[in-house]
């Protein structure tokens, strides 16, 4: 029996996309500029050897994550049709797959944490109290646990719906409780394990958040409908996907840890941070939140709206990450020294690994357009073994540069694997998904690096401070940063494409530019 199922007004594709990047942009501020924060504070509280192993303990759950690789791109790719015809039957079949696929992943998830959790203590025990080393293990990973048992089905339905602002919404208030919470227990110099465990509490009330407006939204919903679980076929090929970026995101974390010290590892993790939360910030407006626009404009076979959509998405983007990166390029030095003033002891202040983090972290972000419609339309299988090669480089030349370069020579390598990657999906995109010429996305990309340039430049002369003293000076030095990279990315983007620049305006403005 197939019916249509009865829920709220649809949104419209622009409205919704809308929607979805400012209330996604909302939360990754917040958890952005949290997120700064609290390891600040734990670092300050408990020393660089525990903020180091936190780091391990977060970088080892990445490799955890493999038990469901590749099911939520699939799982968003398969409710696609089903929502769009509102086939109620269908949609079960699909949501009941997805949701045995989450339960089995939390079965394995637990049992990968167990096994890990008793193997840690021998390899750090000289480092931090083996009961310690298994308790964060435990408390930590109970977080993914939770959200493959609880949690995912319900985001995967929102997002392929184009409702992921009401994901938005309830993980921003979830982590504004989570923070305080964590806040005052740092500041009473609680357990660390009782600070860390506070994120899976919070995993059951967003999950309640979600579950509450799936019920009122999708009356629909029938848990006995038999699922189909060849609906997900394409998990696979995602999860060749998810492996490469596991390695490619993770390599030096990982070979820091086994080669290295937990200090080193805490070092690394300080820029990291600034640059991860730039790219979770960046993505999850810029991709996750147009994601299902994208595609249901591709299955729908408009092509013209899809060339139309993107030539601005793209422009648009760029715009965001010339600031973005213009700013960070010049303060990233100025944040080490202050966020790390206490530790005078330690090389936290280097220009090389700042300007290594630089070069990886635009080349990661320049990409986020062409992999956004490489996504949308579902090519997962037809570029897997691009991926693949990528995280080959990656830890090839990792490898090799490690022991002469340490940590510099890791982070070479994921440069090295990044500029190839990053140049294949311009290339791929455009040729197999949108069908144009990518001359126009590579002399964007080049203006964008040449305009950071420029304010770095400008930077260096006009101010020239690296060094700081405290907040009061840092956000002080960062809004003069901020006026000159606005000043030159508006007046370039403005002269190189006129028409492109006052298109962004009007979305921004809510009215029609005279042309």
Not at 254 to 266: A, D, E, M, P
Request: glycine share 4%.
């Amino acid at each position: 029996q197939r019916r249509d199922y009865n829920m709220s007004k649809p949104l419209s594709k622009k409205k919704a996309s809308m929607l979805n990047m400012a209330l996604m942009g909302a939360y990754q501020i917040v958890t952005a500029l949290f997120g700064f924060v609290l390891p600040s504070m734990i670092l300050n509280t408990y020393g660089a050897s525990l903020h180091g192993y936190t780091t391990t303990v977060s970088n080892i759950m990445s490799y955890v994550a493999l038990v469901n690789a590749g099911l939520a791109p699939a799982a968003v790719q398969a409710l696609y049709t089903p929502l769009a015809k509102k086939d109620t039957y269908r949609l079960n079949q699909v949501l009941n797959a997805i949701d045995h696929f989450y339960t089995v992943s939390g079965c394995l998830y637990t049992i990968a944490i167990a096994i890990i959790a008793s193997v840690l203590p021998f390899v750090l025990s000289n480092q931090l109290p083996p009961i310690l080393i298994v308790l964060l293990m435990i408390v930590i990973g109970a977080s993914s646990t939770l959200e493959c048992f609880i949690y995912s089905k319900y985001k995967v339905l929102l997002q392929a719906d184009q409702r992921l602002f009401v994901v938005s919404v309830a993980d921003t208030i979830m982590y504004f409780v989570r923070v305080g919470l964590q806040v005052i227990l740092i500041w009473a110099k609680a357990s660390i394990v009782i600070v860390m465990a506070i994120p899976a509490v919070m995993v059951i009330f967003r999950m309640m958040i979600l579950s509450i407006y799936c019920r009122n939204n999708y009356p629909g919903l029938d848990k006995k409908v038999v699922r189909d679980n060849s609906a997900l076929s394409k998990r696979w090929s995602a999860m060749a996907h998810q492996l490469a970026g596991l390695v490619v995101y993770n390599t030096d974390v990982t070979l820091l840890t086994l080669f290295g010290s937990l200090v080193q590892v805490s070092i690394y993790s300080v820029y990291n941070l600034v640059f991860q939360k730039l790219y979770e910030l960046l993505t999850n407006i810029f991709s996750s939140g147009t994601l299902a626009s994208f595609g249901q404009l591709m299955s729908e076979n408009k092509r013209e709206s899809l060339l139309r959509n993107y030539d601005l998405y793209e422009y648009g983007y760029y715009i965001i990450i010339t600031f973005v990166y213009g700013v960070s390029a010049s303060m990233i030095l100025p944040f080490v020294s202050v966020y790390t003033k206490k530790y005078t002891d330690i090389p936290y202040v280097d220009v090389k690994l700042a300007v290594l983090f630089m070069l990886i972290g635009f080349a990661n972000n320049i990409r986020i357009p062409c992999l956004t419609m490489i996504n949308a339309a579902g090519h997962f299988k037809e570029t897997q073994w691009r991926a693949i090669l990528e995280a080959v480089i990656n830890i090839t030349v990792s490898l090799l540069l490690i022991k002469p370069l340490g940590m510099y020579g890791l982070l070479i390598g994921t440069i090295c694997s990044f500029a190839y990657r990053t140049t294949d999906i311009i290339y791929y995109s455009h040729k197999h998904i949108l069908n144009i010429s990518c001359k126009k996305s590579v002399l964007r990309v080049l203006r964008v690096a040449l305009v950071i340039a420029i304010n770095v430049i400008l930077y260096k002369l006009l101010v020239g401070k690296y060094i700081m003293n405290g907040w009061g000076e840092w956000i002080m030095y960062a809004v003069i940063a901020s006026i000159i990279v606005l000043v030159t990315t508006g007046l370039i983007y403005f002269i190189t494409e006129k028409k492109q620049f006052l298109a962004c305006m009007n979305l921004i403005i809510k009215r029609k530019v005279k042309r």
